[in-house]
């Protein structure tokens, strides 16, 4: 079955950095597109950066030039590497794919940006 799993949240200073890495498993990595969402309290679960399968990446317009996702299919890894963060980028971070029309998850990880 499909596996997604998070890792690398944390509290953290404002101006500061963290990474994010999701491991998957139960899927042809290499041709999967993957995703990484954030949840803040209270809000819904949007969108913060894509890449596929080709490396084509996007990113919401409130992290450009301060996130950057990019992956290892060997390791079968995708990574979200996060600088500059402020307060509005607290939230639980998940991990995204989707597979014939199936959404599937992570647990999420939870950072935390004090101002």
Do not use: H
């Not at 953290?12 to 990484?36: D, E, K």
């Not at 950066?49 to 290892?72: C, E, L, P």
């Not at 402020?86 to 935390?112: A, H």
């Amino acid at each position: 079955q499909v596996q997604l799993v998070e890792s690398g949240g944390d509290l953290v200073q404002a101006g500061g950095s963290l990474r994010l890495s999701c491991a998957a498993s139960g899927i042809i990595f290499s041709i999967a597109n993957m995703g990484w969402y954030r949840q803040a309290p209270g809000k819904q679960r949007d969108l913060v950066a894509s890449i596929t399968s080709s490396g084509r990446t996007t990113y919401a317009d409130s992290v450009k030039d301060r996130f950057t996702i990019s992956r290892d299919n060997a390791k079968s890894t995708v990574y979200l590497q996060m600088n500059s963060l402020k307060p509005e980028d607290t939230g639980v971070y998940y991990c995204n794919t989707i597979l014939r029309s199936q959404y599937f998850w992570g647990q999420g990880t939870q950072v935390t940006v004090s101002s």
